[in-house]
């Protein structure tokens, strides 16, 4: 099988998300808020620091405009694995 593409166009999205029931997305959004207070927490933050040789040793954070991920499908369907990769 080949993908045409790698992107779901946002009519997709726009026709799934009128298909789902309140209740359905009423729950979606109670867990993402549920994930996004509970990661708020192990959020990262630069660092530098000097090695003593003159190096300067850290780390950077930066955004990504754009990412993939991979949900497994198959016989059961967790909208949670969606909700926490994403």
Known sequence: MQLAAIRVPDLALDEAHAQASSSWLTTLERAADNIRRFHRHQRQAAWYMD?????TLGQRILPMERVG???PGGT?????SVLMTA
């Open 51 to 55: 090695d003593g040789d003159g190096e």
């Open 69 to 71: 991920l991979y949900v």
């Open 76 to 80: 059961a369907a967790y909208p949670s």
